[in-house]
């Protein structure tokens, strides 16, 4: 059987990298997947290339700033598949850096806003139609600079808000854990996808070195010897929505390649 046969799974902030490859492990574990994003052209995009027929996705333009917007997204998930199995809440503003003397708080209120209160919008609304189903799952990403900066980068603001989601959720796994509702969150360190990519050309091209340089000198800290990609990832948070994870709840989960050990 399918991991996520007769599922239909909530993934958020679906672009060109995890989100992506979220959507595209769910219909490839038998599941059906509601995609939603800020921009309706790549939720088309990401639809037509994970499921051609149309058969096993449907998406909304969704900012999950946005209580009914979130609320039109369940709504579509109930009115194409019959309700909602489980979340995997990927949207989130990543691409601020600075740290704290250099801030502009204005913005840090902002990235709290879509990152922490964003998430926890989008889980309320998922959760009446988890109930209705006998239970549900909710996948969190998260991110290891919350617990271990890192020094090529610094974003403080989305780590600290990162890490404000990770303590939220082992409140809200007691709060909906009667409903036979588990929450839990998958950690990435380093994960190789179109973020990464041109963080490593990018930086290849400032020192006039050759990109595997770049990338090999991220790889030298894993214990395994290569990055963990987009679809490790994805692959942890399809495993975390379905019923094989039914007795795990409260935890975050590294995917690391071995990078930080806890």
């Known amino acids: 059987m399918s991991l996520l046969a007769g599922k239909t799974v909530v993934v958020t902030g679906v672009g060109a990298g995890l989100g992506h490859q979220v959507a595209a492990a769910v219909v490839r574990d038998g599941g059906n997947a509601v995609l939603g994003a800020r921009t309706e052209d790549r939720l088309r995009q990401c639809a037509a290339e994970v499921d051609p027929d149309g058969t096993r996705t449907a998406y909304r333009a969704t900012d999950i700033t946005d209580e009914g917007q979130c ?3 369940v709504a579509l998930a109930r009115e194409r598949f019959g309700g909602v199995d489980a979340l995997v809440q990927v ?3 990543d691409s601020y850096f600075g740290g704290v003397e250099d801030a502009d708080f204005a913005t840090w209120q902002q990235i709290v806003d879509i990152n922490l209160l964003g998430t926890l919008r989008m889980t309320r609304a998922c959760l009446p139609g988890m109930r209705e189903r006998g239970g549900g799952s909710v996948v969190f990403i998260g991110t290891q600079s919350a617990v271990a900066a890192a020094s090529e980068v610094r974003q403080t603001a989305y780590s600290a808000s990162k890490g404000a989601l990770t303590s939220a959720m082992y409140s809200l796994a007691r709060e909906v854990g009667p409903d036979r509702i588990r929450v839990n ?6 994960m190789y996808g179109p973020a990464v990519r041109a963080f490593v050309t990018f930086t290849a091209r400032s020192e006039g070195v050759a990109e595997e340089v770049v990338l090999a000198r991220l790889t030298e800290r894993m214990a ?7 679809g490790d990832v994805a692959d942890m948070a399809a495993f975390l929505a379905s019923d094989r994870a039914r007795a795990i709840t409260g935890q975050s989960l590294l995917v690391n390649a071995g990078e930080l050990m806890r």
């Open 71 to 73: 609320a039109a997204l």
């Open 91 to 93: 949207a989130a503003w």
């Open 185 to 190: 969150t998958v950690v990435p360190g380093w």
């Open 224 to 230: 395994l010897p290569e990055l963990a990609t987009d």
